[in-house]
């Protein structure tokens, strides 16, 4: 499945502080990629499905990838649209 990237929600975008992005030499290209953390740049972001996926797992694929590449990545449940929002905050 891909996900389309498009633009962080306001609630993501009020964490992000600032927009200077410090390019890593980190790219997963590994064909079990399954989510576009890689392809992010700040103030963007990618929504999971909330039925299609578990919260916790995507929470620490985000924690893992941007210890790995040194950029931060906040995880959102959006209850009411039933969606998951993983959004780069720097």
């Given at each position: 499945?891909?996900?389309?990237?498009?633009?962080?929600?306001?609630?993501?975008?009020?964490k992000?502080?600032?927009?200077?992005?410090?390019?890593?030499?980190?790219?997963?290209?590994?064909?079990?990629?399954?989510?576009?953390?890689?392809?992010?740049?700040?103030?963007?972001?990618?929504?999971?499905?909330?039925?299609?996926?578990?919260?916790?797992?995507?929470?620490?694929?985000?924690?893992?990838?941007?210890?790995?590449?040194?950029?931060?990545?906040?995880?959102?449940?959006?209850?009411?649209f039933?969606?998951?929002?993983?959004?780069?905050?720097?």
């Amino acid at each position: 499945m891909s996900y389309e990237i498009i633009e962080a929600s306001p609630e993501a975008k009020a964490k992000i502080t600032s927009y200077d992005d410090v390019k890593q030499p980190f790219d997963n290209d590994h064909y079990r990629s399954k989510y576009p953390f890689d392809a992010l740049k700040i103030g963007q972001c990618f929504t999971v499905l909330s039925a299609e996926a578990n919260e916790n797992s995507i929470r620490l694929t985000a924690t893992n990838r941007g210890k790995k590449s040194g950029k931060k990545f906040t995880v959102i449940k959006h209850k009411d649209f039933k969606l998951i929002e993983v959004a780069r905050i720097a």
